[in-house]
């Protein structure tokens, strides 16, 4: 058997026993690694992170983007709606008022006031008879003039004749243009009085005298109407539609009942109408 001796490197040490040393480099290469690794992931979690979070941003910052456009486009649209609304109110009103004014308002139609009682004062007559200064039964004196025919009085007329006074006329004049409604007279004499030749009993006067049967009433404009009457002791009229301020009484005819007096008297002429 050969023995080999195994001879150390000139001017070098023979090798020894490990050292401690070598395993602690080991260790620190490992730590470092690991250390890198951990490194590495830790940034590429807050990467992620930083880039979550800035999504999250974003979202919200888009969110509340949307929210406020959301909330401008409420504005606007509502805005908007109030605008039409008005706009519409407005065509309404306008639309309304032009309707307002196509409507044609019924006329509104006054009734024309109603007649009354108008009184002219006689101006002048054709005739007139004298009155007599004391009658038989009352001792007082008795007038026939022309101003008794309007003085609301029967029992007091006018003496148109001493006989027949076909043709006498009475003139009168209201005081202003009257729109008359009615003209009219008693007949005759319609006074309630003692009278000699009934004994001085009290007797309506009309069967005693002439009675009137036709007259014609002229007016200022040359218009005129005839008026025929029945013989009754009362007012009778007829309807006219004249205006006028001037009335002429013209006594067309008369008749004398048997045993009156051969005498025409007219107690009153009446009119009606509106100043």
Do not use: H
């Amino acid at each position: 058997m050969t023995e080999i001796f195994t001879q150390p490197p000139a001017g070098g040490a023979a090798p020894g026993p490990s050292q401690p040393g070598g395993s602690t480099d080991k260790k620190l290469t490992i730590l470092i690694g690991f250390s890198v690794v951990f490194l590495i992931a830790a940034l590429g979690t807050l990467g992620w992170v930083v880039l979550a979070g800035g999504d999250d941003g974003k979202r919200v910052e888009t969110a509340q983007r949307n929210e406020a456009d959301s909330e401008r486009d409420a504005a606007t649209k509502s805005a908007d709606e109030q605008s039409s609304n008005d706009e519409a109110s407005g065509d309404d009103s306008e639309e309304a008022a032009s309707e307002e004014a196509d409507v044609t308002l019924p006329k509104t139609t006054v009734p024309p006031p109603d007649p009354v009682e108008v009184t002219p004062q006689v101006t002048n007559v054709s005739f007139e008879r004298p009155a007599a200064p004391s009658i038989v039964c009352t001792g007082e004196p008795l007038a026939y003039s022309g101003a008794q025919l309007v003085d609301g009085d029967e029992n007091y007329g006018w003496g148109a004749s001493m006989g027949d006074a076909a043709g006498a006329t009475a003139d009168m004049r209201f005081v202003g243009p009257v729109k008359l409604a009615t003209v009219g007279l008693t007949p005759g004499y319609t006074r309630l009085a003692p009278r000699s030749n009934a004994g001085c009993q009290t007797v309506v006067a009309f069967p005693y005298n002439r009675f009137v049967q036709s007259v014609r009433w002229t007016f200022d404009d040359g218009s005129s109407v005839e008026q025929s009457f029945e013989q009754r002791a009362e007012l009778q009229t007829m309807p006219v539609d004249v205006t006028t301020t001037t009335v002429r009484l013209t006594i067309l005819s008369t008749t004398r009942p048997g045993s009156a007096d051969n005498e025409t008297v007219i107690s009153e002429a009446a009119f009606t109408g509106t100043p």
